[in-house]
């Protein structure tokens, strides 16, 4: 049974004219009804009442009536779905992020992309910057949004934004009512940071200028996340720098302090698989760019 045999037979069985259902077929109306003939010989059954004067459905003709319609509705979703994807109208796009990055920044850059492609769904996956780095490398992520430095040739990388850190500390903490933190204070102070298989220089300017002050500060628990991390800090088992987009999430017994001068701002890159040949992805890029624009 061919898709175009079930068209001809609906055309016949919504005007129950053979003469009509030509002329709406564009076609002569012997090969209609030899057409028709071979699909009542295929089936087995006679899908049609005939006489000089009408034309009714039997009732097989009626089941296959609703069936065709089910059918080529289907093959017509399809269809669309097939010429959707083509142009990148649907699917999902995976997509890495930082927990301190999805925030008004991420926002805006999907919601352009949304207002676009409402057919495309995001599967949004929160993972430190290396293993965003190791996901994009196996193309089990089409996009990270993480922080640099990105070492692997094969990644593409632009620019989203740059923002302070600032300190972290628990709400008891006697840096937290101090008047002005000086890197000095930092001597002895037990440290959560997430473990450094994790992440890729994210502390290092923060120890450096720690060490230059003659400050040792040590590690009092390493996080696997920065959320873990923030949890511990709460919970008492130390401080630590982080950005500043994180002072937006509210958490008892959090607060933060602004550091001393001399860090430098902490960076936030698109990275991406250059072999990744993803029309999601190309699209999205666009849409990256535009928002950046605005």
């Known amino acids: 049974m061919e898709l175009r045999h079930l068209r001809y037979f609906m055309t016949v069985a919504e005007e129950l004219s053979f003469r009509r259902a030509a002329e709406r077929l564009h076609m002569a109306q012997p090969p209609l009804s030899v057409q028709i003939k071979t699909l009542e010989d295929e089936l087995g059954v006679r899908l ?16 296959l009536l609703k069936e065709s319609r089910l059918v080529l509705a289907a093959a017509e979703r399809a269809g669309q779905h097939t010429r959707n994807a083509e142009h990148g109208l649907v699917g999902t796009l995976r997509i890495g992020v930082l927990a301190p990055n999805t925030t008004a920044s991420l926002a805006k850059i999907l919601r352009s992309y949304r207002l676009q492609y409402p057919g495309v769904q995001f599967l949004l996956n929160q993972l430190t910057s290396m293993e965003q ?77 720690c060490t230059k002050a003659g400050a040792r500060p040590i590690v009092g628990q390493y996080a696997n996340d920065i959320n873990s991390k923030m949890w511990l800090i709460s919970a008492g088992f130390g401080l630590g720098p982080t950005s500043k987009s994180m002072t937006e999430i509210k958490r008892p017994g959090l607060v933060f302090r602004e550091l001393p001068p001399g860090l430098p701002m902490v960076q936030t890159n698109l990275a991406w698989n250059r072999s990744n040949n993803s029309l999601l992805l190309r699209n999205f890029l666009q849409c990256f760019g535009e928002a950046q624009e605005e």
């Not at 840096?175 to 001597?187: M, N, P, T, V, Y």
């Not at 102070?189 to 200028?209: A, I, R």
């Open 48 to 63: 049609f009442d005939r006489s000089t004067r009408s034309v009714s459905l039997t009732a097989a003709g009626e089941v």
């Open 133 to 209: 780095l190791h996901a994009l490398r196996a193309n089990t992520l089409d996009v990270g949004i993480l922080r640099p430095p990105i070492m692997f040739p094969e990644l593409e990388s632009r620019f989203v934004e740059k923002s302070p850190m600032v300190l972290a500390l628990p709400a008891g903490h006697r840096l937290a009512k101090k008047g002005e933190i000086e890197w000095e204070d930092f001597h002895n102070e037990p440290m959560v940071m997430v473990h450094p298989t994790l992440q890729h220089g994210y502390y290092d300017g923060f120890l450096s200028l």
